[in-house]
């Protein structure tokens, strides 16, 4: 498949993106244990924006697509969206296409931090308690990372991605070790929020996503030549003009308290990170400023219908979205390769 | 004022075991327009000077100024709109297109937020129909053969509008055809070239000036007539060569004959 080169091809590659997303979020409302149909998802979601008036629903139906399912698919799809975007970017400042959020240890962090807290802290805040000690746990693996990788401020690549794989393998070993000699209740429940899953999600908690995804998508966009630049080389990009000890770092820094969030909110969740950035490329080649849209829409579009095949696969109950992204992605990735040949 | 004037230069690998000397002593010019090549052996120091001249390698003593200024008082940017290189170095196969790669060179002109401006554009067009590459832009620049590589990286420094082209063997891979054309080419193009060479007889027909450099150090500089000697060739890359004059130009040509 050749990649769309022409501006009039890419808006409306955008256009259609962005209208599968809204009505898969729509279509994705509708699913589930109490089944309703698009139409009633329609005008529930009108009358509750404060668009439209009422209709033939239930108030049961109503409360189950807006107040349960609504904010788990904005969630998902923010996720997607999220993990997309920084996968692309890290695998452009590192020169290499296996880089995805979860190699530079922040999701071993997050993992490290969810067990300290189930086994030992207890529910200090809340519900809240399991994300923020995730928070915490990615942050602090996050600089642990970068002082190792780092060496007299400079920043590379090669170094900084072994750190990850090091530093990771050091905080899952203690992190198992705890459960393995912990109680085997919370084991098991640090071990369903470390496969992933979207069943945090609540209304009045999605801005901090939002917000995040957001910010993390513009800054990395103002970054998108010097990503150009890093992916021809560390010489290319010093002779056009940017100083790529600053970027490095920008970049680092921006796409770890990214992952940060969405794995505190959301879990360990794999593959969306790795391949969708391949996806994008494949659609419209590998320029940033095109790329980085491209592929946060398709990350987004790619876990929504993850969570729908999640929640419906062996309902009435939900499997875990790591395992869904990680087994549909995988089994839909090698199809793509064998029919390239 | 020169263009580029480095003085007094020193400059050590961090890695030392990679090479066994330092650049040291490097006094070199180059004047607007003027060709200057940069010859010596494997190994004698070209690329790590020519990465001091572009602000890669960041000198332990001695000073580089381009128009007056020096380069590490100023800031990347600035230096990369008077400055293009031409590297070795080739992007990732990531999918880049002809077109992408080029455009690239228009970076350090262009705003934060801004897109290519129909002139940039425009520039990028003419300039890789100078090349020869009319009507690939849209090729992917994985599936170019070498030669092809090289003339995109040319076209990508020349849209940078350069000053100062600074070329690491920018000859490599091509044709006899495009290497005439190229440094041609180069010739007349307005902006003054720093360029390293392998091959003599080509830096000896194109080059104003040549500096040579072995073992960190630059032992000999002038006109290719006053420095490609049978004797200096001898004594720097150790080989047994035949110097006269070329019999349809005034530059020396040299045939070599056997290791020394």
Not at chain 1, 73 to 94: D, F
Not at chain 1, 122 to 150: H, K, N, Q, W, Y
Not at chain 2, 104 to 122: I, K, Y
Not at chain 2, 154 to 159: D, E, I, K, T
């Amino acid at each position: 498949m050749t990649p769309i080169r022409s501006v009039a091809g890419y808006r409306t590659l955008l256009g259609v993106l962005a209208g599968l997303l809204l009505l898969s979020c729509l279509m994705s409302l509708g699913f589930g244990a109490a089944q309703v149909p698009l139409a009633k998802v329609l005008g529930i979601a009108l009358q509750q924006l404060g668009v439209a008036g009422g209709g033939d629903w239930s108030l049961g139906q109503a409360q189950i697509v807006w107040q349960i399912r609504a904010p788990r698919v904005v969630l998902g799809a923010l996720v997607g969206a999220g993990l997309a975007l920084v996968g692309s970017a890290l695998q452009a400042v590192t020169r290499n296409p296996l880089a995805d959020p979860h190699l530079l240890g922040v999701s071993s962090g997050a993992a490290l931090g969810a067990v300290v807290v189930v086994l030992y802290l207890g529910e200090f805040a809340g519900v809240f308690s399991l994300p923020l000690a995730a928070f915490v746990g990615a942050l602090c693996s996050m600089l642990l990372v970068l002082t190792i990788a780092s060496r007299h401020g400079r920043l590379e690549s090669d170094r900084l991605l072994l750190a990850g794989v090091a530093v990771s393998f050091v905080l899952m070993a203690f992190a198992n070790l705890l459960l393995y000699t912990g109680d085997q209740h919370a084991a098991n429940s640090v071990m369903f929020w470390m496969l992933g899953g979207l069943g945090l999600a609540q209304w009045k908690l999605l801005w901090l996503p939002a917000l995040c995804v957001l910010a993390g998508f513009v800054a990395l966009l103002s970054l998108s030549r010097a990503l150009n630049a890093l992916m021809s080389g560390e010489q290319t990009a010093v002779s056009l003009g940017f100083n790529t000890r600053h970027v490095r770092w920008q970049v680092f820094v921006c796409t770890s308290l990214l992952t940060g969030v969405l794995v505190a909110l959301s879990g360990a969740i794999g593959f969306v990170g790795l391949m969708l950035p391949h996806m994008a490329r494949r659609l419209v080649g590998a320029e940033h400023r095109r790329l980085l849209p491209v592929s946060a829409l398709l990350g987004a579009l790619f876990v929504v219908w993850v969570d729908i095949a999640a929640r419906t696969l062996i309902a009435p109950q939900d499997l875990p979205i790591g395992i869904a992204t990680a087994a549909i992605g995988g089994a839909f990735f090698i199809v793509l390769l064998r029919r390239k040949v | 004022m020169s263009l580029l004037q480095i003085n007094n230069l020193s400059w050590e690998p961090r890695q030392r075991q990679e090479q066994p000397w330092r650049l040291e002593g490097i006094d070199l010019q180059v004047e607007p327009g003027e060709f200057v090549g940069l010859i010596g052996p494997n190994g004698s120091g070209k690329t790590s000077l020519l990465r001091c001249a572009y602000r890669f390698n960041p000198p332990d003593t001695g000073t580089v100024h381009l128009s007056g200024e020096d380069i590490w008082q100023q800031t990347p940017r600035w230096v990369a709109r008077r400055i293009a290189v031409m590297l070795q170095e080739f992007p990732q196969d990531f999918g880049l297109t002809v077109m992408d790669v080029v455009a690239m060179g228009r970076t350090p002109h262009q705003s934060w937020f801004a897109g290519d401006s129909a002139a940039d554009l425009q520039l990028i067009e003419t300039t890789l129909q100078q090349v020869g590459l009319t009507g690939k832009g849209n090729h992917s620049f994985a599936s170019l053969s070498g030669g092809e590589k090289q003339r995109v990286l040319l076209a990508r420094a020349l849209v940078q509008q350069p000053d100062l082209l600074i070329l690491d063997e920018p000859t490599n891979h091509l044709d006899p055809r495009f290497q005439l054309e190229l440094l041609q080419h180069l010739r007349g193009a307005g902006p003054g070239v720093l360029a390293s060479f392998h091959d003599l007889n080509l830096a000896a027909a194109f080059c104003d000036r040549l500096y040579v450099l072995d073992r960190g150090r630059i032992v000999a500089s002038g006109t290719p007539a006053d420095v490609l000697t049978e004797q200096r060739l001898e004594q720097v890359f150790g080989v047994h060569a035949l110097v006269d004059t070329h019999p349809l130009a005034p530059h020396p040509r040299i045939t070599w004959i056997s290791p020394a």
